[in-house]
C-alpha cells in the first residue's frame, strides 16, 4: 500500500542524515569535534540513512492490490 | 557446426526477444533519469583503486585536474555525439542492431567476448570489497606487481566474498539492485567525506590556505611509486576518456539511450562522469596518500571515515559486482540454451570467484580497463561507419540481414585485425583506441566500398 507522507517524510529525513555525515567531516575537518567523534557521527547518520532511505522506498512502493 | 551456431543464435535471440522491437515513444524517459541513472552507475569499488593508482604512478596535480576535466568531457561527447544519436534514431540495443549489421554468428561472439570481459571486472570488484573485509580479520592485502594470491587468507576471504555475491545475485537479483539505488548517494558521500577527513592528516589547514600546496606536494606529488610508470597529462585525459569506452564509442549504452527523447540527452553522462570519474578519483587520491601510498581501498576507506568506510568499499563492490555478475550471466546463457537462470549465474560468479582470488586483475586495473575498452571498440566503429558512412557513400545496409548471413566476414576480420594491429602499435596502450577505432572506421568502409564496386 503506498503511504506518501510517510515516503517524503522518510525521504526528507534520509537526505538529513547523509547531510550529517558530510556535516561530520566537515566539522572534524575544521577541528570542531574530535576524530572518534566524527567517526561515530558518521556511522549513526549511515545507519539513519539506510533505514529512511530504505524506508522511504518501501512506503512509497505500490504493492499492488494483495500487497 | 552451421546447425549448432544456428541453434545457439536461435537462443541467444530469445534471451533478448523482450527487446527486440524498437522503443515505442510511450516509453521514453525524462533527462532526469538519465541524470539519476549515470550518477548512480558510476560510483563504484573500482574509483577507489583508480583514483589511487593515478596517485602511485606519480601524476601531478595539475596534469591530473586538467586531464579528468578534458577526459570526463570528451567521455560525455562522444556519449552525445557517437551513442546517443545512434541510439535515439534506431531504438535498439546494441545486441539488435549489431546483429543486422554483423550476422547472429558475429553478435554471438561479441557477446561471450563481452561476458568474459564482464567477470574479469566483476572479479576486481570482488577483490575491493575484499581488502575492506580482509581488513577485519588481519589478513594482508597483494602487494603491488602480484599477480598470484599471496596468501591463503586472501584465497579464502575472496571465496567468501565471491559466494556470497554470487548467491545474493541467484537469490534477489531484483532486490539487491533496489538497494544498490539507496547505497549509491551514501557511497559517493563515504569519498567525500573521506577525503575531507583526511586532509588534516596531510597537513591542510582549516582555511584551505596550503590546500594546492599539499596537493602538489604530498598527494599528487608527480613521483611514481617503485615499479610503477610515470603517469602526465596526456595519460590522465585518454583514460578518463576510455575508461568506459565500451559503453560510449562501443555503443553498449544504446540500451540506455534508445529510450532517450534526443540524443542530446547524452550530455546527462556529466552527471555519471563529473562525480564519479572526477570528484571520486581526486576523493581516493587524497584517502591512499593519507595512509602512505599503500594500495589498500579498505584501510583507505577506514582509516578515512571509520568503520563505516569498511561497509563502504564492501557495499561499492557488492552493489556493483552484482549487475555486471548478472550481464554476464546473460551473456552466457546463449552458450547454454535451456540452462535456468541460477545455474549460469552460478557458472559466471563460479569463474568470478576464482578470478577474484588472483589480484594482478584490481592490481592492474588500470591496463585492464584499457584492454576492455580495446577488444570492444572495433564493434562501435564498424557499427557507426554502416549507420552513419554507408549512407553517405551510398553504400548497401544491412547486407547481413538482408542476404541472411550467419556471419559478416568483413566485420569479423576488421575486427580481429584491428586488435591485432593495434596491439602491436608501438604506443602506449592508453594511446591506442583511437588509432584502432579510424583504422575499424576505414578498414570496414573500404571493404563494403571494394565489395560494392565489384
Same mark, same amino acid.
Given at each position: 500500500m503506498r503511504r506518501p507522507f510517510l515516503s517524503r517524510l522518510a525521504g526528507g529525513l534520509a537526505l538529513v542524515s547523509l547531510a550529517l555525515c558530510? %556535516?561530520? %567531516? %566537515?566539522?572534524?575537518?575544521?577541528?570542531?569535534?574530535?576524530?572518534?567523534?566524527?567517526?561515530?557521527?558518521?556511522?549513526? %547518520?549511515?545507519i539513519a540513512w539506510f533505514v529512511l532511505a530504505a524506508g522511504g522506498k518501501m512506503a512509497g512502493r505500490d504493492e499492488g492490490p494483495t500487497g | 557446426m552451421s546447425e549448432r551456431i544456428g541453434r545457439l543464435t536461435a537462443a541467444m535471440d530469445r534471451l533478448y526477444e523482450y527487446d527486440r522491437e524498437p522503443v515505442s515513444p510511450d516509453k521514453l524517459q525524462s533527462g532526469g533519469k538519465f541524470a539519476g541513472l549515470f550518477a548512480g552507475e558510476h560510483v563504484a569499488a573500482t574509483e577507489f583503486v583508480i583514483g589511487a593508482f593515478f596517485v602511485l604512478h606519480g601524476v601531478g596535480a595539475r596534469d591530473l585536474i586538467l586531464g579528468l576535466l578534458i577526459g570526463n568531457l570528451l567521455a560525455v561527447l562522444s556519449w552525445t555525439f557517437i551513442c546517443a544519436p545512434i541510439a535515439v534514431r534506431t531504438r535498439l540495443t546494441l545486441y539488435w542492431y549489431l546483429r543486422k549489421i554483423v550476422g547472429p554468428g558475429v553478435t554471438f561472439v561479441y557477446n561471450i567476448a563481452n561476458a568474459l570481459l564482464y567477470c574479469v571486472l566483476a572479479g576486481a570488484m570482488i577483490s575491493v570489497s575484499a581488502t575492506a573485509v580482509g581488513l577485519l580479520?588481519?589478513?594482508?592485502?597483494?602487494?603491488?606487481?602480484?599477480?598470484l594470491p599471496s596468501s591463503l587468507g586472501w584465497v579464502l576471504i575472496t571465496v567468501a566474498l565471491g559466494a556470497a555475491f554470487t548467491a545474493v545475485a541467484i537469490l534477489g537479483f531484483?532486490?539487491?539492485?533496489?538497494?544498490?539505488?539507496?547505497?549509491?548517494?551514501?557511497?559517493?558521500?563515504?569519498?567525500?567525506?573521506?577525503?575531507?577527513?583526511?586532509?588534516?592528516?596531510?597537513?591542510?589547514?582549516?582555511?584551505?590556505?596550503?590546500?594546492?600546496?599539499?596537493?602538489?606536494?604530498?598527494?599528487w606529488d608527480g613521483v611514481a611509486e617503485a615499479g610503477q610508470a610515470k603517469y602526465g597529462f596526456w595519460h590522465v585525459l585518454s583514460f578518463a576518456w576510455f575508461c568506459n569506452l565500451a559503453m560510449h564509442v562501443g555503443l553498449s549504452d544504446m540500451a540506455l539511450f534508445r529510450y532517450a527523447r534526443k540524443w542530446t540527452y547524452g550530455l546527462y553522462s556529466a552527471f555519471g562522469m563529473f562525480p564519479g570519474h572526477m570528484l571520486a578519483w581526486l576523493a581516493s587520491g587524497v584517502m591512499v596518500a593519507a595512509i602512505g601510498r599503500e594500495l589498500h581501498p579498505g584501510l583507505m576507506a577506514y582509516e578515512a571515515v571509520g568503520v563505516a568506510g569498511i561497509a563502504g568499499v564492501t557495499l561499492a563492490g557488492w552493489t556493483t559486482a552484482n549487475p555486471t555478475l548478472y550481464r554476464a550471466g546473460l551473456a552466457l546463457q546463449a552458450v547454454t540454451p535451456g540452462w535456468p537462470r541460477w545455474k549460469i549465474t552460478l557458472v559466471a560468479g563460479t569463474a568470478t570467484t576464482v578470478l577474484a582470488s588472483?589480484?594482478?586483475?584490481?592490481?592492474?586495473?588500470?591496463?585492464?580497463?584499457?584492454?576492455?575498452?580495446?577488444?570492444?571498440?572495433?564493434?562501435?566503429?564498424?557499427?557507426?561507419?554502416?549507420?552513419?558512412?554507408?549512407?553517405?557513400?551510398?553504400?548497401?545496409?544491412?547486407?547481413?540481414?538482408?542476404?541472411?548471413?550467419?556471419?559478416?566476414?568483413?566485420?569479423?576480420?576488421?575486427?580481429?585485425?584491428?586488435?591485432?594491429?593495434?596491439?602491436?602499435?608501438?604506443?602506449?596502450?592508453?594511446?591506442?583506441?583511437?588509432?584502432?577505432?579510424?583504422?575499424?572506421?576505414?578498414?570496414?568502409?573500404?571493404?563494403?566500398?571494394?565489395?560494392?564496386?565489384?
Open positions: 558530510l %556535516a561530520s %567531516a %566537515a566539522l572534524f575537518f575544521l577541528g570542531r569535534i574530535p576524530e572518534a567523534t566524527f567517526k561515530l557521527g558518521f556511522l549513526l %547518520a549511515s | 580479520f588481519g589478513i594482508p592485502v597483494p602487494k603491488l606487481g602480484s599477480v531484483s532486490k539487491l539492485s533496489r538497494f544498490a539505488e539507496v547505497a549509491a548517494p551514501w557511497i559517493f558521500v563515504v569519498f567525500v567525506a573521506g577525503a575531507l577527513a583526511a586532509l588534516p592528516r596531510l597537513g591542510v589547514t582549516p582555511d584551505l590556505g596550503n590546500l594546492w600546496e599539499v596537493a602538489a606536494t604530498r598527494i588472483f589480484p594482478v586483475f584490481f592490481l592492474k586495473l588500470l591496463d585492464y580497463v584499457a584492454v576492455y575498452g580495446l577488444v570492444l571498440m572495433p564493434v562501435g566503429a564498424i557499427v557507426f561507419a554502416e549507420h552513419w558512412l554507408f549512407p553517405l557513400l551510398k553504400i548497401e545496409q544491412y547486407r547481413a540481414e538482408k542476404r541472411g548471413w550467419t556471419f559478416n566476414v568483413a566485420a569479423l576480420a576488421v575486427w580481429l585485425g584491428t586488435l591485432a594491429v593495434v596491439f602491436a602499435l608501438p604506443l602506449h596502450l592508453y594511446f591506442r583506441w583511437l588509432p584502432g577505432w579510424v583504422i575499424a572506421l576505414v578498414s570496414y568502409t573500404a571493404l563494403a566500398a571494394a565489395r560494392r564496386s565489384r
